[in-house]
């Protein structure tokens, strides 16, 4: 008999852009083989055709519909209440997840490890671990909220994400006023963790993440471009494209990983 593997609740923030929207959830859903997965969908007052595509989706689980756009912190604490969920896994709606893998499992392993006393790779060592990160680059101590695996007994001990009210643009421009406040309480309690295949690049906002205040700063319209043909599976068309955007390392760097994991894998 298998092992019978903990619930994930995947909580959706949802604000517009349906066409990021689309590739975050086709990506996500294309790259994770984690077996118990509920989806909850909160959008924060979106125009009708996001709304629509939302209804239409028959794997979401539980949607939330905000008549106004609520805020960040918001939203979050409305995924969170409505999960049954033993871990959280957040996603906004502008990443895209380009590694299909046990990615996911492994991340339970984590905490199951941790939990046991057994080593696990984290910041700081002293505390529990209380988050798994899946963004490419993020370093063992990032404690930025996505894309990311959270425990419940983590999210229950911290307290609720801060709520500002404030509307934005898109979904993740509001998180840097909540989650300042939000990573201040939980690294006084909890410790983070990067995933051995950290496998989400970012591709909304009006600069792509990874090259945030650098020379290769790119709008968003010129990503989009580049993503129009479709991923697929084994190919790494689009980590080629993310290479060509200046993130060369640290795809180059996560590449040889993997590559590393297959071959062990293997043998």
């Known amino acids: 008999m298998g092992k019978k593997w903990p619930l994930i609740s995947v909580c959706i923030l949802s604000f517009n852009r349906l066409d990021y929207l689309e590739k975050t959830l086709d990506s996500f859903r294309d790259a994770c083989t984690y077996p118990n997965l509920e989806y909850i969908v909160v959008d924060n007052g979106s125009v009708r055709e996001v709304v629509e595509y939302l209804k239409s989706l028959l794997f979401i689980d539980k949607m939330i519909f905000n008549k106004e756009n609520m805020g960040l912190g918001f ?41 046991r006393g057994e080593h696990v790779h984290k910041k700081p060592e002293n505390f529990p671990l209380g988050l798994v990160k899946y963004k490419v680059g993020a370093g063992v101590g990032n404690y930025t909220n996505n894309p990311s695996l959270m425990s419940r007994s983590a999210y229950e001990a911290v307290g609720e994400f801060s709520q500002f009210g404030r509307e934005y643009k898109y979904v993740s421009e509001d998180v840097h006023r909540s989650e300042p406040h939000y990573i201040k309480r939980l690294k006084k309690k909890y410790s983070c963790a990067k ?53 060369r390392w640290k795809i180059r760097k996560a590449l040889k990983q993997y590559k590393e994991i297959l071959r062990k894998n293997k043998n």
Not at 77 to 102: C, I, M, P, T, V
Not at 196 to 219: D, K, L, M, W
């Open 75 to 115: 939203a979050l604490n409305q995924a969170r209440h409505a999960a049954a969920g033993d871990y959280f896994f957040n996603l906004e709606n502008d990443w895209l997840f380009f590694y299909k893998s046990d990615w996911m499992e492994k991340g339970v392993l984590m905490f199951e490890k941790d939990e």
């Open 195 to 247: 995933s051995e295949t950290p496998c989400a690049v970012h591709i909304g906002g009006f600069t792509t993440n990874p090259n945030y205040r650098s020379r290769g700063r790119r709008r968003f319209e010129e990503l989009d471009e580049l993503l129009k043909n479709r991923w697929k599976k084994g190919k790494w068309n689009i980590t080629y494209n993310y290479m060509m955007l200046g993130n």
